[in-house]
């Protein structure tokens, strides 16, 4: 099963390798791994979206605590969070398909964001789901080059990962 784990980290050189090296020497795979600074900026966002066990997930939890740079981890809950990936998709794509190439990005509403005379790339930003369904649809023209961010996650409602530096309680 997959998990999704929110953590916030002190934005200092060197702390994805720390994280990553953590997960490398437990022999835990990741997924997915996004990362980007925070409405603090002393503050970075890791979304990391791993595939375990319940016994997995809480073993990279604790790990992750005990990373002196770490400042807090939070498992997400299923249904609890909204989570989205952004993908580039390079299609091959002739005069003779182009109409169905762009029927199909019309459809998932993914945006053409480059043509050619012999491809297109498209931009899409939605779940993995939905993004693997884009996949699929476009497998038939055939592919140059697909490239996919990790996902990133947060939580819904007025739920906040935030470490409580600089934010306000609602």
């Known amino acids: 099963m997959k998990h999704t784990l929110s953590v916030l980290v002190e934005n200092q050189p060197g702390i994805l390798s720390k994280v990553a090296g953590l ?3 437990r022999g835990f795979n ?8 925070t409405e603090d900026t002393s503050v970075s966002r890791m979304t990391i979206v791993v595939n375990g066990d319940e016994h997995t997930v809480e073993q990279v939890e604790k790990q992750l605590n005990k990373l002196i740079q770490v400042i807090k981890v939070r498992v997400l809950q299923p249904n609890d ?12 794509c002739r005069m003779q ?39 699929t649809l476009l497998r038939p023209f055939g592919f140059k080059e697909i490239v996919r961010a990790g996902a990133i996650a947060i939580e819904k409602g ?7 530096r600089h934010s306000q309680k609602h």
């Not at 007025?158 to 409580?164: E, I, L, Y």
């Open 23 to 25: 997960f490398s020497r």
């Open 30 to 37: 990741i997924d997915s791994l996004a990362v980007g600074v």
């Open 81 to 92: 969070f909204i989570s989205q990936e952004l993908s580039l998709v390079k299609v091959n």
């Open 97 to 135: 398909n182009r109409g169905d190439v762009m029927k199909i990005a019309e459809l998932m509403q993914a945006r053409i964001v480059d043509v050619t005379t012999t491809c297109l790339t498209l931009e899409f930003c939605d779940t993995e789901e939905r993004t693997e369904t884009l996949i």
């Open 158 to 164: 007025n739920h906040t990962a935030s470490s409580g």
